[in-house]
Nanobody, 119 residues
């Protein structure tokens, strides 16, 4: 089993920055690709960014490309999401995710952290 815990969500003004953290514990060796997703009220959960724990390859949604940066610290089993130039439409609950390499379709989720962008 893998346990994911997000932190760092807050209320921030438009144009501001936040850094989210996702701390992983348990059988972390089972995970290569980790991602950040978000879900705004009344909308479906959407992918924000992913990173490979093995080689650091990243991928971003078009809506955050150039503003958000995903990174990882394998020594602390933590994945980060640096969010800059935040917009009101970035308001959502942000979730950390990890796909199990050994069991198809098994995905681990954190409990989420609220990000609110408002003046």
């Amino acid at each position: 089993q893998v346990h994911l815990v997000e932190s760092g969500g807050d209320l921030v003004q438009p144009g501001g920055s936040l850094r989210l953290s996702c701390a992983a514990s348990g059988l972390i060796f089972r995970i290569d690709i980790m991602g950040w997703y978000r879900q705004a009220p009344g909308k479906q959960r959407e992918l924000v960014a992913t990173i490979s724990r093995r080689n650091g390859n990243t991928d971003y949604a078009d809506s955050v490309e150039g503003r958000f940066t995903i990174s990882r610290d394998n020594t602390n089993d933590t994945v980060y999401l640096q969010m800059n130039s935040l917009k009101p439409e970035d308001t959502a609950v942000y979730y950390c995710n990890g796909d199990d390499m050994y069991v198809p379709d098994r995905t681990y989720w954190g409990q989420g952290t609220q990000v609110t962008v408002s003046s």
